[in-house]
């Protein structure tokens, strides 16, 4: 299912984000770093460059919002842009140029698991996080014998915020038209996250998304995760809401029988500016057990 054709991610972002960087480096070349703070490598400067932060419509905030800033790691942020947006293979580039058709999709069945540690799909994934906006929250999806770890430290330094992990492009969507809904089994730390999914190759196209609260089982018992319950959260599609850049959109409507990838975050925010009531920066972790469709 993984292919490594090319989808759109801003070109122009990168050109933009070169020109600020050296105007930045113009601007800190007297500016004295200090020791390096708490977690990673990163200095606080006076100045630091980051990008601007997304737009925000009518917000309505319900909590102050943090002016911390933090050294951005733009190189970070290029590899997340070269991990989703892949130069085609070329065999791709071979189909292209034959006219091939590329209206494949993968029919998945009711009760059918899209993804488990078993991969019956081929399905990978990898971070996506605020890097891509400035920020410097980090994360990462580590796969084990039975489940998955979504894990990572999130943080509100320079407007950032979230945390997410995305599916890498598919070469075939996945047809749920079937299915009513999506089935998570996870184990979770307490927090509300958001599960989103997409109807179009378009990397930044619309995002249908819905939020979910998970029990906080995830308890730390002699260095090792305690609590052996599993929770089923049942996502159904109807309740997708449609967004772009976490704005709702209204006239829009779902085609689940070409859903082209799937994304669980951890955000400050939940819709239109306003905050996400059960979040909390620091450490997150989610584990993964399956994803499916009922």
Do not use: H
């Amino acid at each position: 299912m993984y292919n490594s054709r090319s989808f759109e991610f801003p070109p122009l972002l990168v050109f933009v984000t070169l020109g600020f960087l050296l105007i930045n480096s113009i601007i800190s070349t007297n500016v004295k770093k200090p020791s390096n703070v708490a977690r990673g490598t990163s200095a606080r400067l006076r100045r630091p460059f980051c990008l601007p932060t997304l737009p925000q419509r009518n917000v309505v905030m319900t909590a102050e919002v943090s002016n911390e800033k933090k050294t951005w790691d733009f190189p970070r942020f290029i590899q997340t842009v070269a991990t989703f947006n892949p130069l085609p293979s070329p065999v791709q580039l071979i189909q292209k140029a034959l006219g091939a058709s590329e209206d494949r999709r993968v029919v998945v069945a009711k009760n059918q698991d899209i993804w488990n540690a078993k991969n019956p799909l081929k399905i990978y994934w990898a971070s996506l996080d605020d890097v891509v906006m400035g920020g410097v929250s980090r994360s990462k999806f580590v796969v084990g014998d039975e489940y998955a770890s979504f894990s990572g430290f999130v943080d509100e330094a320079n407007n950032g915020g979230f945390t997410g992990v995305r599916t890498l492009p598919l070469d075939r969507a996945l047809d749920l038209s079937g299915a009513t809904g999506l089935r998570l089994r996870v184990k979770g730390d307490g927090k509300r996250y958001k599960c989103v999914i997409r109807d179009s190759s378009d990397f930044n196209g619309v995002a249908w998304t819905i939020e979910y609260d998970v029990r906080d089982s995830l308890k730390r018992r002699g260095g090792a995760f305690g609590g052996n319950s599993w929770q089923t959260i049942d996502l159904p599609f109807s309740k997708f809401i449609a967004t772009k850049y976490a704005d709702t959109l209204t006239d829009e409507s779902l085609d689940k029988s070409q859903i082209w990838a799937i994304q669980l975050v951890l955000s400050k925010y939940a819709y239109d500016g306003k905050l996400n009531r059960n979040f909390r920066p620091g450490e997150m972790e989610l584990l993964v057990q399956s994803i499916s469709v009922y």
